[in-house]
């Protein structure tokens, strides 16, 4: 069993920038897809970003130019580089781990506050 671990979320000013790191525990494949979600107080949980291997990345339309996911194989870990904040990126973000091959998995963490307030 996969288990994850966010930390680096805190409070920024506009236009500042936050390093978010997810410390997974386990067997992780280079090849599983590892992912940023984040869930805005009375919002719906959303896709930010997803990395399915070093160079295949997907992000959402708002954070597109500004948010940069990446991975660290050897050290398990999935970041997100966020530049330019903005107070509607306030939100409880969360990390995801998933495989689709067998043994497969689907694990989240625990979520970080992440709060954009000047």
């Known amino acids: 069993q996969v288990q994850l671990e966010e930390s680096g979320g805190g409070l920024v000013q506009p236009g500042g920038s936050l390093r978010l790191s997810c410390a997974a525990s386990?067997?992780?494949?280079?090849?599983?897809?590892l992912s940023w979600y984040r869930q805005a107080p009375g919002g719906q949980r959303e896709l930010v970003a997803v990395?399915?291997?070093?160079?295949?990345?997907n992000y959402a339309d708002p954070v597109k130019g500004r948010f940069t996911i990446s991975r660290d194989n050897a050290k398990n870990t999935v970041y997100l580089q966020m530049n330019s904040l903005k107070p509607e990126d306030t939100a409880v973000y969360y990390c995801?781990?998933?495989?689709?091959?067998?043994?497969?998995?689907?694990?989240w963490g625990q979520g970080t506050q992440v709060t954009v307030s000047s």
């Open positions: 386990g067997s992780i494949s280079s090849t599983d897809h």
């Open positions: 990395i399915k291997s070093v160079g295949s990345t």
């Open positions: 995801r781990a998933l495989r689709y091959t067998i043994p497969a998995y689907d694990s």
